[in-house]
């Protein structure tokens, strides 16, 4: 049987990459008032469906996926969450 | 006293705004093989340090930073958890 799971994927900076945006928006958020925030990073937030028979395939294709295309692993980090979900239920 | 908070927030496309990105990242990653990819979207996922009195104070300034600038509220949506944490941690 064919099983559905909806994957969170957090795709941020190695900690010794560093972020030029997130200082733009920590300088930004400062000059707009906000002078308690101290250090901003930026990272992407992806949610995909995918098909797979049980948890441990869909955990593999997962991590393929990651290293081939959404993730730069010479400068990015991931991580992910799976959850099975109904095959109605769609990302957000 | 101060409080030190880290913010994991996610921004993400409401769910009525097309996602050209996503669907980019959908067809390559199904001509690479992924044929079992379904739907994919793609967001952002920062992460920031604050200083605040308490929690209820840190959350007004989160859901400000958020409205103001972090989120762009006509075509995204945000959330966070917020964590109390040491003087010394820093963000991702």
């Not at 707009?32 to 992407?44: A, C, D, F, N």
């Not at 098909?51 to 393929?64: F, G, M, S, V, W």
């Amino acid at each position: 049987m064919q099983r559905k799971y909806l994957a969170k994927i957090f795709v941020t900076l190695r900690p010794s990459v560093l972020d030029p945006a997130g200082v733009a928006v920590q300088t930004s958020l400062r000059q707009m008032g906000h002078e308690t925030v101290e250090q901003v990073r930026i990272g992407k937030y992806i949610e995909l469906t995918t098909i797979a028979p049980d948890e441990a395939k869909a955990r593999q294709d997962l991590n393929d996926m990651c290293e081939q295309m959404l993730a730069n692993t010479v400068i990015e980090n991931y991580r992910f969450d799976l959850i099975e979900v109904e095959s109605q239920t769609g990302v957000f």
